[in-house]
């Protein structure tokens, strides 16, 4: 949700005359998209953001000093705070008025004043807004924003407000826009997607937007992410039946103990989430699952942590999104004492991701020898001889490029037979070129 916030505010900047550079020492405005679920990005913002001014600004820029907006889930919740704790930051906006940036911007630079604008909530479902997007032959397109669900560990209902959802009319249009476009893989976004449509519409209309979405033609469809409590018995059945809807799932389950999925307030048990895995198999055998999970949640046993292990190694996911529970002020979870050694926390983790890159491996081999489409990228950012893309079941995919250019290549479909397995990614060669 954040990247596509980032395309839309480069594409509002973009429409005034600015353009996005790759360094400070570039730039005449920074602004920063933050992102508040885990720790570990307030530190890295409050780290960074105060020291930005210092850079001297470059030759030649028409501001007298360089602006710095800061804004997204911090700006929300710490709002006129931020003030304080950054010094000389110039605009604060929050996650309701991206819309307004420029204007806060513009505001900020012809009175030479600190702007805070931090809304309650969103008046509409903001839509028309410019975007760049990062790739041209792919698109994000949000369907809801905000979340109802409230699991007791997460910060995301307060800073992004209740679930909203857009008409399913703008959608389709917004959608058609990117086919007429030549946008390739469209991804659904939304902090559930699998209640969209229940504020406007009364009862979930997810399965009905993925068929009308299915009808426009894309080579790839996508979407994220959904709530095992929400997922529907026809949206799982999509995933045999819709021929645009590629084979991979992100399915967060974040524990496999019934006791802590309670205590997040998830709605289902492990069982339950072991049934839709089966379903899921049983319409679409070749899917692809990925997953989040919360390591050391408070009060977290080792018994509860066997019962994740289990369940981890049970599914075979393809990618598993491991995190280290991080405490969030204003959430239920944040009142829970929890004695348990870091370092014991520590040890679950690793052993995790031990299992996972197994797990992966596994599963990556099995590909070996078949040939399948992939969807390039470009070249490595690592290795210039290396083309990158992405298979159907969003596995990363390497194919050496030897003397051709990447560019040819760049935002095309092609087949690949696959020659080696690795634990994160594929090798292959390029068929019919
Ligand atoms: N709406 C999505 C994404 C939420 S944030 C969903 O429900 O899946 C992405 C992931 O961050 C979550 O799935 C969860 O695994 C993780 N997360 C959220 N809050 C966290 C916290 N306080 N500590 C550690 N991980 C957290
Ligand atoms: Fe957070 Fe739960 Fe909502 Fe996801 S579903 S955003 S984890 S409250």
Redo the contacts with the bound molecule.
């Keep these: 949700m954040n990247k596509h916030d980032s395309e839309r505010i480069c594409g509002m900047l973009e429409s005034l005359g600015a353009s996005a550079v790759d360094s400070i020492d570039e730039c005449d405005i920074v602004i920063y998209l933050t992102c508040c679920?885990?720790?570990a990005a307030d530190v890295r913002l409050y780290g960074q953001a105060s020291s930005i001014k210092n850079v001297p600004l470059r030759k030649g820029s028409p501001l007298k000093t360089r602006i710095l907006a800061i804004g997204g889930c911090i700006g929300q919740r710490d709002s006129d705070k931020l003030k304080s704790i950054v010094g000389n930051v110039d605009v604060v906006f929050g996650t309701h008025n991206i819309g307004h940036l420029p204007a806060l911007l513009e505001d900020s630079i012809e009175n030479g004043k600190t702007v805070v604008e931090v809304l309650e909530e969103s008046s509409g479902f903001p839509t028309d807004l410019p975007t760049h997007r990062e790739k041209p032959w792919a698109a994000w397109l949000p369907i809801t924003i905000g979340?109802n669900?409230f699991?007791s560990?997460?910060?995301?209902p307060y800073v992004r407000g209740r679930e909203k959802s857009r008409t399913m009319e703008d959608i389709v249009e917004e959608a058609i826009k990117y086919k007429s476009e030549g946008v390739l893989e469209l991804t659904l976004l939304?902090?559930?997607v699998n209640s969209y449509g229940r504020d406007l519409y009364g009862d979930s209309k997810f399965y009905d937007l993925l068929c009308k979405i299915d009808e426009l033609g894309f080579a790839r469809l996508r979407f994220?992410?959904?709530?095992p409590k929400d997922i529907s018995d026809d949206v799982i059945k999509a995933f045999g039946s819709l021929k645009s809807l590629q084979p991979a799932l992100?399915l967060?389950v974040?524990s496999g103990s019934d006791r802590i999925l309670k205590e997040m307030n998830r709605k289902y048990t492990a069982d339950y989430y072991l049934g839709l895995i089966g379903k899921l198999r049983s319409a679409r055998p070749d899917v692809a699952l990925s997953?989040?999970?919360?390591v050391?949640?408070p009060g977290e046993t080792q018994e509860d942590f066997v019962a994740t292990y289990k369940l981890v190694d049970k599914v075979k996911y393809h990618q598993v999104?491991t995190?280290?529970?991080?405490?969030?002020e204003g959430?239920p979870?944040a009142k829970i004492v929890d004695n348990t050694p870091k370092d014991l926390i520590q040890k679950r983790f690793d052993s995790l991701v031990e299992l996972v890159a197994d797990r992966a491996n596994e599963l990556n081999q099995q590909d070996l020898n078949s040939t399948m489409d992939v969807l390039f990228e470009g070249a490595s950012k690592k290795d210039a001889n290396v083309l990158v893309g992405k298979s159907p079941k969003n596995q990363t995919v390497h194919v050496e490029l030897g003397n051709k250019k990447a560019s040819d290549f760049t935002g095309k479909i092609l087949p690949v037979k696959i020659s080696e397995a690795k634990t994160w990614y594929l090798k292959g060669d390029l068929l019919a070129v």
């Design positions: 679920v885990r720790e979340c669900n699991c560990y997460c910060i995301v939304g902090q559930n994220a992410t959904s709530h992100h967060p974040q997953t989040d999970i919360i050391g949640f999104f995190f280290i529970y991080s405490k969030r959430t979870a």
